[in-house]
């Protein structure tokens, strides 16, 4: 059942007053819409509830806007939607796993170390990777034939590939592809449903009901035996902070650590690949449209060995074919960039950019390997190595309440971004560890980027590095999973430490992000969190 507040002001919910949520859903992107599937599946009462409508509004959109007080970021309002189905409305689809060893405790690695292990997440890594049609569960072994690529020949010690499967399903979470979902008797979804506090009992270790309220509307509450974030990274801690009355601090905050941790995957432009074979290293490392099943492309990682002997990050490069960066970015790329940011992402904006997409699609198939070529051979391009890289948990990195208050009265959120040290030393590292496998398989070198040497961890803004200038719009941490509450937010469950029945799902829960598309994980992490549910309200009932 549907129910928009903004048009009855909540009579339709009066109506089905003798509904009772066995859980409470606070946001319907990918890791709500999942679990209110596997829990409504399970014939539990569920309530979702949407901040926006089934597509984009600018005044809902509005809510967003904050400062960044950091290092520059993407503006708050640009970088997440707020609608129906979240921001994976405009996802890229790229889907791969977390490393067994992003999840260990490295002692070269402050606050590193997840309290569960990558077998913990391996189930519900198949049972995602079947959610969004993936095909065959491969992404570490046997790369190249995967590919139908000749093996390269790194030393795996040093250079190791992993693959990244694509979801090519434009619009995956749409309210269009929901149908059944909404029609199930077992689930109320309450859009335009702005969840503005989360209510603690006296004791602080229950969550007694949700507030919500439409813009322009009167305030109501949503009762549920169990309730759950998942609104986004800064969004849910701002609610865990907002949610003050009962602990000044916020809820969940009694070691000062919501918010904190904010981690993103930065990406940058570590060095020229001077090379005979420019084309053919390059072509090597593209995405491949495959007969049978989704399209393909490797991934190379600086190996777990390189990363333990140079005390480095979990980091990958791509390679990138392009003209002189100096001369600034090129003129289809950035009427590209204009014409996006210009437009709403709309139902009718997002069907402009998935034409485009298509369209890319046809150019990468038919043509763009022979103009590729020849750009290269003419000397017109050069090869260089563009990373994406594993940001180190630091606390000082975080998200905090704004002095300002939006439309309905609660404070923003505003972002402190910060990196370390280690960030850029592991750029730099990737590069001389990449210079040295070309030297040793006689197939180039790598000059350096010049900002990997300069003092600090302050990152370039690059726009010719790509869309992605300098991050990869992957927001995670600021409600951290840990073993103990001096650790993190969240338990091993994702259950909020000192809360019986408040839990957080998305990229929220990351100790750390290693280099992988946040969005599998965070769809694994909402399906093994609504099999621990699931498994606790059948022990009650």
């Known amino acids: 059942m549907l129910i928009d507040l903004r048009k009855d002001n909540g009579a339709a919910l009066d109506a089905s007053d003798g509904f009772r949520a066995d859980v409470c859903i606070i946001g ?26 089934l597509d984009f509004e600018q005044e809902t959109q509005d809510l967003y806007r904050g400062a ?12 997440r939607l707020r609608f129906f189905g979240g921001t994976v409305a405009i996802w890229g689809g790229r889907c791969a796993l977390l490393d067994p ?78 149908r059944d979902l909404i ?58 902070l907002a949610s003050n009355d009962v602990e000044a601090a916020g809820i969940g905050n009694r070691h000062d650590l919501v918010g904190r941790f904010f981690m993103e995957h930065p990406a940058g432009r570590i060095g020229k690949v001077e090379t005979a074979q420019p084309f053919e290293l390059w072509a090597a490392l593209q995405k491949r449209f495959m007969r049978d099943g989704p ?4 991934a190379l990682r600086l190996g777990d060995a390189a990363q333990r002997e140079h005390r480095a990050l979990n980091s990958i490069v791509t390679f990138k074919l392009q003209r002189d960066p100096s001369r600034g970015v090129a003129l289809g790329n950035r009427l590209y960039h204009n014409l996006k940011h210009s437009i709403a992402p709309s139902r009718g904006g997002r069907a402009l950019d998935h034409a485009y997409r298509a369209v890319r699609a046809w150019i990468h198939r038919s043509v763009r390997n022979n103009v ?24 000082e990195s975080r998200i905090l309440l704004s002095s300002e208050r939006d439309a309905l009265g609660n404070r923003r959120a505003d972002l402190a971004w910060q990196l370390s040290e280690i960030d850029k030393h ?12 070309l030297r040793r398989l006689g197939k180039g070198r790598v000059v350096p980027s010049t900002w990997l040497d300069e003092p600090g961890p302050q990152w370039p803004i690059d726009p010719t590095v790509g869309n992605h200038p300098f991050a990869n719009y992957h927001q995670m941490g600021g409600a ?26 998305g990229g929220s829960v990351f100790p750390t992000g290693g280099w992988a598309n946040p969005t599998l994980t965070i769809i694994a992490l909402a399906l093994r969190l609504a099999d621990h549910l699931g498994r606790r309200l059948a022990t009650a009932d």
């Open 372 to 395: 590729e070529r020849l750009r290269a051979r003419a000397g017109l391009t050069d090869l260089y190595l563009i990373t994406r890289g594993e940001q180190a948990p630091n606390p």
């Open 183 to 240: 029609a199930a008797p077992n689930l109320r979804v309450l859009i335009h449903a702005n969840a503005v506090k989360l209510q603690a009992g006296a004791d602080a270790r229950t969550i007694e009901h949700v507030e919500i309220r439409p813009l322009g509307g009167e305030p109501r509450q949503v009762r549920a035996r169990h309730y759950i974030l998942a609104s986004g990274t800064i969004e849910n801690a701002r609610l865990l």
């Open 480 to 505: 951290r999973m840990s073993a103990s509450p001096s650790e993190g937010v969240v338990d091993a469950d994702c259950r909020v430490h000192g809360y019986a029945n408040l839990f957080v799902a």
């Open 295 to 298: 399209p393909l492309a490797p």
């Open 101 to 178: 060893i992003d999840f260990e405790r490295r002692e070269w690695v402050p606050h590193s170390g997840w309290p569960i292990g990558r077998a913990d997440l391996d189930a519900y890594y198949r049972q995602a990777n079947e959610q969004l049609e993936l095909g065959e569960f491969n992404y570490e072994h046997d790369i190249w034939a995967a590919l139908g690529v000749a093996d390269p020949g790194f030393d795996p010690d040093k250079i190791d590939a992993e693959l990244w499967r694509f979801d090519e399903t434009m619009e995956r979470f749409a309210a269009s592809r929901a």
């Open 28 to 53: 319907a992107g990918a890791a709500g819409l999942s679990l209110a599937r596997s829990l409504v599946q399970r014939g539990h009462q569920v309530c979702l509830l949407e901040s926006g409508g």
């Open 68 to 79: 960044n007080v950091g290092m520059p970021y993407y503006d708050l309002d640009q970088s």
């Open 426 to 437: 592991t750029a730099r590292v990737f590069a001389q560890v990449f210079d040295e496998e």
